[in-house]
């Protein structure tokens, strides 16, 4: 049978579902509400600095390169969370309350797992590729991401004539983040 497009062939490699995702305050009871987006940034400052006393010539010793260094400096985090206001919104100014006290700043933990459940619910599924370049072969993978002694540096909340809905945006800011794959 001939290809329609005539390109490279293509292989079902498998399929997941972001029913699974979920986002918990680690050792807090507080609801979360309905959550719409969450976004983490980590970065670090990076300085690139070269040699001026080589003249900018490319040294033999170096391979020919003119050399070039990474300096690196601190590390800073921001993460936003945002939010409709809703039936489950019950419990805004306690979260406020929990995230935006700087002499007290929290760890959140963001849970996300992806993947289609268990083995064999539904029907039989498709034989998947094997792939050299793919890692586990798990049916779901989840993977946590833990941002240590978050801070609340802003809130937002608005509402559009057209479909009245309350949207809210958290701002943080956090010291360090860890990722950890569960088993």
């Known amino acids: 049978m001939a290809d329609v497009y005539s390109r490279q062939r293509t292989g079902f490699a ?12 680690a050792g807090s009871t507080t609801p979360l ?33 003119v050399p070039v260094f990474y300096v690196g400096g601190r590390t800073q985090g921001n993460a936003s969370v945002a939010r409709v206001l809703g039936p489950q919104s ?12 700087v002499c007290s700043p929290q760890d959140l933990t963001f849970t996300f797992s992806g993947g289609c459940g268990q083995a064999g619910q539904g029907a039989t599924p498709t034989q998947v590729l094997d792939f050299s370049n793919a890692v586990g072969n798990a049916v779901a993978n989840t993977v946590k991401y833990t941002v240590q002694a978050a801070t609340m540096v802003g809130l937002t909340v608005g509402v559009g004539a057209q479909d009245m809905i309350v949207n809210e945006n958290i701002a943080l800011m956090f010291a360090n983040l860890s990722c950890d794959e569960v088993a």
Request: charged share 5%; hydrophobic share 45%; net charge negative.
């Open 90 to 101: 019950g419990a805004l100014c306690a979260f406020y309350a929990e995230l935006g006290n």
């Open 14 to 25: 498998g399929s997941f579902a972001s029913d699974l995702a979920a986002m918990t305050i």
């Open 33 to 65: 509400g309905v959550v719409q987006n969450v976004q983490i940034n980590f970065s670090q400052q990076v300085a690139r600095i070269y040699d001026v006393s080589n003249g900018g010539a490319a040294s033999a010793s170096a391979g020919g390169f």
